[in-house]
C-alpha cells in the first residue's frame, strides 16, 4: 500500500491505493483508516497466496454487444453446473456514505480509480453506466456494476470490472457470492450453459413477485427486464404463490399439516421449470426435513448435500445455514424433524 497516494477527505474517509495489489491488478479503497487498515490485515495483502486462482482467466467467456441489452458475457465452451465462471477482487471499494455530496464524491472516486494501474482504470473507465452524465461518470459506473462487499461490519460498494459484464436475469444460470476475507467475488454455473449461451445472474430476488422485480429492475439499473418469465407474468406470478403455499405447507409442523415429501417434490419441480436452480437451497431443504420428517433419512441426507452444496455456491462457506444441514447429515435420527410427521 503506498501511503503517499493517500488523502484525507474531511476528517473521515480517505482514498487508499494499492498499485502493486495482484500482481499488478492494483485496488482503491475509498474509506476510513480505521477499516482500510482491517482490510490491509485481510490475506490478499499479507500472503501472496491467498490471490492464487483469483483475477486469472478461466477461459470459459468471452464478452459480445447483446441486442437491448449492452455488452454480456457469453460461454466459450459447454459448460457444467458448478464450473466457475469468474473469481476476482474488486478494482474500487468505496464505504457506504450518504454525507458527501455528489460532487464531493465524484471528486473522491475519481482519485480512487485514477490512482489504478492504467489496465485496471481502463476497464473500469469502460464499464456501463445508467445516467450517461460525464459530470458523474466515476459514481454512475458504480450505480450500474456495484455490488456490496462487507468490511469489518461495515458495507462497502464494490466494482468488479470482469463480472460487471453479466446481464441480469430472472431466471438466471449462474451464481455468485462475495468473499468478505478474500475480497473477492465468485461466480459459479448452476445449470448446463451451451457454447455461445449468455451467462447471467440475477439482480434482485426472481422469487418476488413480477412488478416487484421490474420495479426493482427499473428503480435500480434503469432498464425493463423482457425475459420470458417477465413477458408471461400472469403464469410466473400463478407459479409463485403455489411455490410460496407449498413452502407454507411444508413449513407448518402442526399435527394438521399438509407437509409431505410429495409436496416437497412438487416444490422442486416448480423451481426446476422457472429456471431457478441457483435458488434450490430452499426446495432442498425443505425437502430433507419432508423426508426426515416421513423416517427416510437416505433421501433426507441426499437433499441435506444438495442444500449445502447450493448454499456454498450462493452464499459461501461461512454462510450461518450451511450448518442446519451440517446437523442434519451428522444425525439424521437424532434430527428434531427425525418421524415428526409420523403420526
Ligand atoms: C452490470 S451492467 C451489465 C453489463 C452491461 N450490459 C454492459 O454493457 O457492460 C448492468 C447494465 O446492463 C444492462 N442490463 C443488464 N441486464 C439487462 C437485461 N436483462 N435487459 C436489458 N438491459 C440489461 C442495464 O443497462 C444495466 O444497467
Redesign the pocket.
Known amino acids: 500500500m503506498d501511503r503517499g497516494l493517500c488523502r484525507l477527505v474531511g476528517s473521515k474517509l480517505c482514498v487508499y491505493t494499492d498499485t502493486s495489489f495482484s500482481d499488478g491488478r492494483g485496488i482503491s479503497l475509498f474509506t476510513t483508516p480505521e477499516l482500510a487498515e482491517h482490510a490491509l490485515a485481510l490475506p490478499p495483502f499479507q500472503n501472496p497466496d491467498a490471490l492464487k486462482g483469483i483475477n486469472k482467466a478461466s477461459g470459459t467467456w468471452y464478452t459480445q454487444e447483446i441486442p437491448?441489452?449492452?455488452?454480456?458475457m457469453l460461454a466459450k465452451r459447454d459448460l457444467q453446473s458448478k464450473d466457475r465462471i469468474t473469481a476476482h477482487t474488486p478494482a474500487l471499494l468505496a464505504y457506504l456514505e450518504s454525507d458527501l455530496s455528489t460532487t464531493e464524491r465524484e471528486k473522491f472516486f475519481k482519485l480512487a480509480v485514477s490512482q489504478l494501474p492504467e489496465e485496471t482504470r481502463e476497464m473500469y473507465l469502460g464499464?456501463?453506466t445508467?445516467y450517461g452524465l460525464p459530470q458523474v461518470k466515476y459514481q454512475d459506473v458504480v450505480k450500474?456494476?456495484t455490488f456490496q462487499l462487507d468490511i469489518d461490519g461495515h458495507n462497502h460498494l464494490a466494482v468488479f470490472p470482469e463480472t460487471?459484464?453479466?446481464?441480469?436475469?430472472c431466471a438466471p444460470n449462474a451464481q455468485y457470492y462475495l468473499d468478505p476475507t478474500l475480497l473477492t467475488h465468485f461466480v459459479h454455473v448452476t445449470r448446463p450453459v451451451k457454447e455461445g449461451e449468455e451467462i447471467t445472474i440475477s439482480y434482485t430476488s426472481p422469487l418476488d413477485p413480477t412488478h416487484i422485480r421490474q420495479q426493482r429492475l427499473s428503480q435500480g439499473?434503469?432498464?425493463t427486464?423482457?425475459?420470458t418469465r417477465c413477458i408471461d407474468h400472469e403464469r410466473t406470478d400463478t407459479v409463485l404463490q403455489h411455490i410460496q403455499a407449498m413452502q407454507n405447507s411444508l413449513n407448518d409442523w402442526s399435527p394438521s399439516s399438509t407437509g409431505s415429501p410429495d409436496v416437497a417434490e412438487e416444490l422442486l419441480d416448480a423451481y426446476r421449470q422457472e429456471g431457478l436452480e441457483g435458488f434450490m437451497d430452499i426446495p432442498y431443504g425443505f425437502a430433507a426435513l419432508a423426508y426426515n420428517a416421513a423416517n427416510d433419512e437416505g433421501m433426507a441426507a441426499e437433499y441435506a448435500e444438495r442444500a449445502e452444496e447450493l448454499i456454498l455456491l450462493k452464499d459461501g462457506a461461512w454462510a450461518p445455514n450451511l450448518r442446519i444441514w451440517q446437523e442434519l447429515l451428522r444425525d439424521p435420527r437424532g434430527h428434531w424433524s427425525y418421524g415428526r410427521r409420523m403420526g
Do not use: D, E, P
Request: charged share 10%; net charge positive.
Open positions: 437491448g441489452k449492452g455488452m454480456g464499464l456501463a445508467v450500474a456494476n460487471s459484464r453479466m446481464n441480469h436475469a439499473f434503469h432498464f427486464c423482457t425475459c
